[in-house]
């Protein structure tokens, strides 16, 4: 055999090995778009499927006991109730728009009425939650049994920062939420949480 035909014959096997080659290659981009695709198809599909949407809410226990709740959307607050429930809290979780409120009457405050400042921030109420950043933190340890952990969380208008936090802590049966126009929203927005 020749040098040119040795060298001829050693091109084809190149040509056909490169041709091989890129056919694999093809097939596996083929197969990759592919598994790509139905993956993406099914991350759309599933929540339509199954009718589940990203959580309006994540609720942390941290290791002193309490419980933070991060407010993402301000929807699902019965499933919110259902949860903390899990975590050994009876609530009524509200949600308010911008600017309004509950009326005040939802039921009998543990330890009655409270005349002054000083006396709110000595009680269960002003004890049992506090506004953190997005959301709230619940302490478990300021409701008995029987009682009910009462929040009321306005939205901040425009969702910027300004939401507000009211907390309440209701021996006996809670009365539904009526919610009317907070006369002093413009006093208290921006100092939630």
Avoid at 57 to 75: L, W
Avoid at 82 to 102: E, Q
Wanted: hydrophobic share 40%; glycine share 10%.
């Amino acid at each position: 055999m020749r040098f040119e035909e040795q060298l001829l014959m050693d091109l084809k096997a190149e040509m056909a090995a490169q041709n091989e080659r890129r056919r694999k290659i093809g097939r596996r981009l083929i197969a990759g778009a592919s598994v790509a695709g139905l993956a993406a198809a099914a991350a759309v599909a599933l929540p339509l499927l199954t009718g589940s949407e990203p959580a309006a809410y994540a609720v942390s226990k941290n290791t002193d006991g309490t419980i933070k709740v991060q407010v993402k959307e301000f929807r699902d607050a019965d499933r919110l109730q259902r949860d903390l429930k899990k975590l050994g809290v009876t609530a009524d979780v509200t949600y308010l728009k911008p600017a309004y409120m509950c009326e005040s009457d939802r039921g009998r405050l543990v330890g009655g009425k409270y005349d002054t400042p000083e006396e709110w921030r000595k009680s269960v109420h002003y004890k049992v939650a506090r506004p953190a950043t997005k959301g709230f933190v619940i302490d478990p340890g300021q409701a008995k049994a029987g009682q009910t952990v009462v929040l009321e969380y306005a939205e901040p208008e425009g969702g910027g920062p300004g939401s507000q936090l009211r907390a309440l802590v209701v021996e006996g049966p809670v009365k539904p939420c009526v919610q009317v126009k907070n006369p002093f929203w413009n006093d208290l927005k921006g100092s939630g949480g």
